[in-house]
């Protein structure tokens, strides 16, 4: 450690009384803290669900679900009919989870009424999901009046605002928090309600008191947290190791070649020896890696929260009967990228691995082991059309 380092984190430490102002939230107990969820988007979602559903133990009835259909008809000018919707029996409701890969979805089959929410906490819109999850409502419930809403920390503008009515967690708050005083159920569902209440506050609207003190300590430290921050142990240095570990487990077994010098703790990278043979290396390393190899699969490791894996091109420094087998690989598997005078393409991504809470080894490699199976069958596929075209 340099001196400068040094002196930084001994100061800090001579001034450790300054993190007391954080025990008004460090040392308060809360569910969703104990349990590491308090910003994992599926577990918002069960919560959620659980508040929509009106025949939950909750003890808010039909409540939390008028308030969001009474937000929807507020920033809805289109309903011909909204005083039918608003008067609408909620006896019948029922709340779906993951139907299709949607969210949440209440239905009334007596109303003819769908409401259709995608929560986005950390993520974003992946693979045109909106307009997808909305030809699905609209091929099975043609008949029902259909309302639809993109949810996330700030109430942002989806890709289909024509459709798709922004909500905040701001406005989820201020429905459960106009409702919770008239509850009448036990000390510990009261407990559950108070903790949601105050992880969305803390790590999802960002609690400003709270804000202002890391602030000052920040400013007051910036040296030390900065190295601490950049040492800390966290969950995508976890997923790095483990994935490592796979790699080399697979490179013994002569399925894959890892690629160790080409690998960073987002992306991990490796060849086969199929596709080594269906695109020869370059004599020099002039990719846009700097690797003799024009392609590479990629193992994304993102953030920790997400593991995928992908076929991407490289077309610097391409001779000419590179590119021509490029294009080939392009008709049979095309890319979003379709420019010209393209540099990189990803021709095939496999599913992902989400919603990781734990890091469990074994699930972890096991996961991977599919993923792998998906690319090796992309590879198997993709050589013999190629073999067809010759």
Same mark, same amino acid.
């Given at each position: ?13 001579? +001034?450790?009384? *300054? ?31 659980? %508040? ?7 003890? @808010? ?30 006896? #019948? @409701? ?13 239905? &009334? ?6 409401? *259709? ?9 992946? #693979? ?14 043609? &008949?029902?009046?259909?309302? /639809? ?13 024509? /459709?798709?009515?922004?909500? &905040? /967690? ?32 803390? +790590?999802?609207?960002? #609690? ?5 003190? *890391?602030?000052?300590?920040? %400013? ?5 947290? +900065?190295?601490? $921050? ?6 995508? &240095? ?19 070649? %890892? *690629? ?34 024009? /392609?590479? $699969? ?93």
């Amino acid at each position: 450690m340099n001196k400068d380092n040094e002196t930084a984190i001994k100061e800090f430490l001579l +001034d450790i009384d *300054c993190l007391e102002a954080l025990s008004k939230w460090s040392e308060k107990f809360n569910l969703f803290d104990v349990l590491k969820i308090s910003r994992t988007e599926i577990r918002h979602s069960n919560m959620l669900a659980w %508040f929509l559903n009106p025949d939950e133990n909750h003890g @808010f009835g039909d409540k939390i679900l008028k308030g969001f259909v009474q937000f929807v008809i507020k920033n809805n000018s289109d309903d011909e009919d909204i005083f039918s919707t608003l008067l609408m029996d909620y006896h #019948d @409701f029922i709340i779906q989870r993951e139907w299709h890969n949607i969210d949440m979805l209440a239905i &009334s089959d007596e109303s003819k009424f769908i409401l *259709c929410i995608e929560n986005k906490i950390d993520s974003g819109e992946h #693979d045109d999901q909106l307009n997808r999850y909305r030809k699905i409502i609209e091929e099975h419930y043609p &008949s029902y009046k259909q309302y /639809y809403i993109f949810l996330s920390p700030n109430g942002i503008e989806s890709s289909e605002p024509e /459709y798709w009515i922004p909500m &905040s /967690y701001q406005d989820v708050l201020d429905i459960i928090e106009k409702n919770k005083n008239q509850l009448e159920v036990s000390s510990d569902i009261k407990i559950l309600v108070e903790n949601y209440i105050e992880i969305i506050k803390r +790590d999802i609207l960002k #609690d400003e008191e709270l804000a202002k003190i *890391c602030r000052d300590i920040y %400013f007051k430290h910036q040296k030390a947290l +900065d190295l601490i $921050y950049e040492n800390r142990p966290d969950k995508a &240095s976890g997923l790095f190791e483990i994935i490592t570990k796979w790699a080399a487990e697979k490179e013994a077994e002569n399925k894959i070649i %890892f *690629c160790r010098d080409f690998t960073t703790k987002s992306i991990s990278r490796f060849r086969t020896e199929k596709m080594d043979k269906l695109i020869p290396e370059s004599e020099k390393p002039n990719s846009g890696w700097k690797s003799k190899n024009h /392609y590479f $699969y990629e193992i994304q490791n993102s953030e920790g929260k997400e593991i995928s894996m992908k076929f991407v091109l490289n077309s610097d420094n391409a001779t000419p009967e590179q590119k021509e087998l490029f294009e080939k690989i392009n008709k049979i598997s095309p890319s979003k990228m379709q420019k010209e005078n393209w540099q990189w393409r990803t021709h095939f991504s496999t599913g992902r691995i989400k919603d990781i809470e734990e890091i469990d080894e074994d699930a972890i490699k096991t996961q991977l082991d599919k993923l792998l199976n998906e690319i090796l069958k992309f590879e198997n596929d993709l050589i013999i059309k190629i073999n067809n075209m010759n």
